[in-house]
């Protein structure tokens, strides 16, 4: 049944919320999370790598995390900055299910978007209600026609559940919350309909609880805009550390340290990923992952960020995980050599770091040794022209640089977001610098952009064309994306010599002036 068909249900928030704290005046309990969690939690097979009971073993380095986030731990603001597949998003349905059953209380979850709230609502939460005796009682039946259980608000004893989009306003100012739980920050807006962060405001809703809890949790994004790279620096800074199975030596898990074999032709065998010991440098094998993990501890870097333990902030990479082969993070990582955007991919999503734009590469050293191919920003020695393509989106401009060689070949040379908003000057202004920069040829000569493209499908056409109309002269000209690959869609190119075909479905000609815009 869709939205539309399920009857209206007048949820009145405040009403809720007031009615859970005077009905749900229970003392808090001290069993931690984890513990709850390997006793009631169980898996759905639709949603889970491993469905079945929940085993905090499986995934210790989230035992803490849960714990924290436990009434029984006196922290306030939990951060976890993370790689994917950890397991993170059953960890945050774990919360939701204790809270429901063992401390109830007014609680939000929020998405980057309404839908996604949505998603989340109608699959992970509704299963876990579904599958577990225990919750199942507490939690109104939705389809009971006066049920206080809509896929946004559900009620249950001496507690209600909010699940909201960061891009909904009303969502977020609605009521006052204890529990507030932050899934994927990176994706929410800047600027919310102009009533600021999203994030402050959900805040700004716990405020009038002594004991209450806030969890942010996401993949990292571009260094100095990340919103989880800003929490988590405000916090204590935890790694995980393992024990070497040689020397026992306690260390963080890092990327530099997995090293593989090549052939004797020089290809890559990923096949043959370990993990040489920062200490020892003796030979860990993936085998060794699952025992280390169960012996690992957090430890702190800033210890001093942690005042009275209220901040803690947790940063870990998917060489973590149960369920990612080093072999197969060292797969990706030999695939992002030759496209930046893969390249920001695996730095976000598979190390958990902030993408440094600019370093115009990688932001640690170590991947910056191990970066072979061809550099960023650096046109290999086929490369006979440059051009730019410029996507414009609500909160940023994304740019991707190509190079062609002849007989069409091509290769992205860089990618760089400016975040902002496209209606102001100031972004444009970072844009048109960035454009007129001179790359570096491998010949060692210097090369221009010779030409842009600029899509004007967002919403902020009329600046593309203002911006365009008076750098013509450099081949800077207004498309329209198509969503048909290779078509021109404005006009056909004139005096066209040789025609290129960019990344995206565009087309560009040597000689430039194609459309006229
Ligand atoms: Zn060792």
Not at 372 to 396: H, I, K, S
Request: charged share 25%; hydrophobic share 35%; net charge neutral.
């Amino acid at each position: 049944m869709s939205d539309k068909q399920t009857p209206k249900v007048n949820v009145d928030g405040g009403q809720l919320v007031f009615k859970a704290i005077t009905a749900g005046l229970k003392p808090d309990p001290c069993e931690p999370m984890s513990e709850w969690a390997d006793e009631h939690r169980l898996l759905n097979q639709t949603y889970a790598a491993e469905p079945g009971k929940w085993r905090t073993n499986r995934t210790p380095y989230l035992r803490e995390i849960m714990d924290a986030f436990s009434p029984s731990s006196r922290c306030e603001f939990v951060t976890i900055m993370k790689g994917a597949q950890l397991g993170f998003t059953e960890a945050l349905t774990n919360m939701l299910g204790y809270i429901i059953h063992r401390t109830p209380a007014p609680v939000m979850m929020i998405q980057p978007t309404q839908n996604l709230a949505k998603r989340y609502s109608k699959q992970r939460l509704a299963t876990m209600i579904k599958d577990m005796p225990v919750l199942k009682g507490l939690v109104a039946d939705p389809r009971a026609r006066d049920s206080n259980n809509t896929t946004l608000s559900k009620a249950f004893d001496g507690g209600v559940l909010f699940i909201a989009g960061a891009n909904s306003a009303a969502d977020l100012r609605s009521v006052p919350v204890r529990f507030l739980l932050m899934d994927e920050i990176d994706s929410y807006p800047y600027d919310l309909e102009g009533e600021g962060s999203p994030i402050e405001l959900a805040i700004n809703r716990t405020k009038t609880f002594a004991r209450r809890k806030v969890l942010m949790g996401s993949t990292p994004t571009v260094k100095d805009v990340s919103a989880v790279e800003r929490e988590f620096l405000k916090g204590d800074q935890r790694k995980y550390h393992v024990a070497c199975p040689h020397c026992d030596t306690m260390q963080e898990l890092v990327w530099s340290n997995i090293k593989w074999d090549k052939d004797e032709n020089k290809v890559h065998r990923p096949e043959t990923a370990f993990y040489a010991c920062s200490h020892c440098a003796g030979v860990i094998n993936e085998s060794d992952k699952l025992a280390m993990l169960q012996q690992g501890a957090w430890v702190a870097t800033k210890p001093d960020n942690n005042y009275r333990d209220t901040r803690r902030s947790y940063h870990i990479s998917s060489l973590y995980s149960p369920w990612e082969s080093w072999e197969n993070l060292v797969i990706k990582w030999l695939d992002a050599q030759r496209d930046p955007h893969l390249l920001k991919t695996f730095i976000n999503t598979t190390l958990g770091q902030v993408w440094d734009d600019e370093a115009n590469s990688v932001s640690q050293e170590d991947l910056q040794k191990k970066a072979e191919a061809y550099p960023l920003r650096t046109v290999p020695l086929g490369g006979l022209l440059v051009t730019a393509g410029v996507d414009t989106q609500d909160n940023r401009l994304e740019v991707v640089l190509w190079a062609y060689g002849k007989d069409g070949q091509q290769w992205a040379i860089d990618y760089h977001v400016f975040f902002g908003d496209p209606s102001s000057p100031k972004l444009w202004d970072e844009l048109d610098e960035y454009l007129q920069k001179e790359l570096q040829h491998e010949s060692g000569e210097g090369i221009k952009i010779s030409a842009t493209a600029i899509d004007t499908g967002g919403h902020h056409t009329q600046r593309v064309y203002d911006f365009c109309r008076t750098r013509r002269y450099r081949h800077i000209i207004a498309i329209k994306g198509s969503s048909t690959r290779n078509k021109p869609v404005i006009s056909k190119p004139s005096s066209v010599d040789v025609t290129f075909i960019m990344a995206g479905g565009y087309r560009y000609s040597q000689r430039g002036y194609l459309w006229q815009v």
